[in-house]
């Protein structure tokens, strides 16, 4: 079975990849079906995003397409950077002007209120239009600097619940097993499993 995946993020494609190895499915990248229009992500939810990605890339395709949306939400700044954490620091933003911008905002902050949370989540949408999606949350706490090198994003400044590494610390498997992405295509992988696949 061959889904497309709704994405240009090469770090994205490989998280999905590792993490279906095994199954009897072809990941291709939205790079592979040239001329490909850029979806404009303006919904005010992930879920919003995500299912226009998802539902664009499948019609154009004529292949079931995966999207997802995900991100940052810090509790004690109202939920930000949310829908709009890859470009918050703005639009010619980048991992590191992002997390700058960020533990600015955060600096004196301490306790309950440098909790946050990952939410990410995940749209297969078929070339008729027909939708379904998975949301997957990792629960912390947001560090005062940057720790480790793996991952991408925030995850150098992120601590899980109960651990005492970041994301960015973590080994790729140890990331997947309790990360909000791992959550949610976990979900995806066992509906494919139930009810495509089969």
Do not use: W
Not at 10 to 34: H, L, M, N, Q, T
Not at 40 to 68: L, M, S, W
Not at 105 to 118: H, I, P, S, T, V
């Amino acid at each position: 079975m061959t889904i497309v995946l709704a994405t240009r993020n090469k770090k994205k494609v490989e998280e999905i990849s590792r993490i279906f190895e095994g199954y009897d499915i072809c990941f291709v990248a939205v790079d592979s079906f040239p001329g490909c229009p850029e979806v404009e992500e303006d919904g005010k939810t992930f879920r919003q995003n995500a299912v226009k990605k998802a539902v664009h890339i499948a019609r154009y395709t004529g292949c079931p397409a995966i999207a997802d949306d995900s991100g940052l939400e810090v509790k004690a700044l109202g939920r930000a950077p949310g829908v709009f954490s890859a470009r918050y620091a703005g639009e010619d933003s980048n991992d590191r002007k992002n997390l700058m911008k960020l533990l600015g905002e955060m600096r004196g902050l301490k306790g309950e209120d440098r909790q946050a949370r990952f939410v990410c989540c995940i749209a297969l949408a078929l070339p008729d239009g027909k939708c379904k999606t998975f949301t997957g949350y990792a629960e912390g706490r947001i560090a005062k600097k940057p720790k480790g090198f793996n991952g991408f994003g925030y995850d150098p400044v992120f601590y899980p619940s109960g651990r005492r590494r970041t994301f960015a610390e973590m080994s790729d498997a140890e990331k997947d097993a309790i990360s909000h992405r791992g959550k949610a295509l976990g979900r995806l992988c066992i509906y494919l499993k139930n009810t495509v696949v089969n």
